[in-house]
């Protein structure tokens, strides 16, 4: 079964940077696009970014794009999510998702089938 595991959150002032990694283990990562979400508290979850299975095009919600940047490294069978500037609603768990969707989409839905537990984000002074 797969398994996907976040990891890379923590505490930063605004203005710092993090780099997330999403791992996969029992299986790869090449078969299909990843998402990354994130959930505030008492918020619903969100569509951050996310890259496609077929091409590796990549996708940004407005509130990111220019600041975060979603890359893969299949070597590794882990996606990153490269977090800049960052501020203090960036605060959240930060979450990644399989799709087997040939072009991934900014949407909370059932296409994406596979979860990890979270990692915390927390941007503050």
């Known amino acids: 079964q797969v398994h996907l595991v976040e990891s890379g959150g923590g505490f930063v002032q605004p203005g710092g940077s993090l780099r997330l990694s999403c791992a996969a283990s029992?299986?790869?990562?090449?078969?299909?696009?990843i998402g990354w979400f994130r959930q505030a508290p008492g918020k619903g979850r969100e569509a951050v970014s996310c890259i496609s299975r077929i091409d590796d095009s990549t996708y940004y919600a407005g509130s990111v794009e220019g600041r975060f940047s979603i890359s893969r490294d299949r070597a590794e069978n882990t996606v990153y999510l490269q977090m800049n500037s960052l501020k203090p609603e960036d605060t959240a768990i930060y979450y990644c998702?399989?799709?087997?969707?040939?072009?991934?989409?900014?949407?909370?839905?059932?296409?994406?089938?596979?979860w990890g537990k979270g990692t915390q984000v927390t941007v503050s002074l």
């Open positions: 029992g299986f790869t990562l090449d078969d299909y696009g």
């Open positions: 998702a399989t799709t087997e969707l040939p072009y991934c989409r900014l949407v909370v839905a059932p296409t994406y089938g596979h």
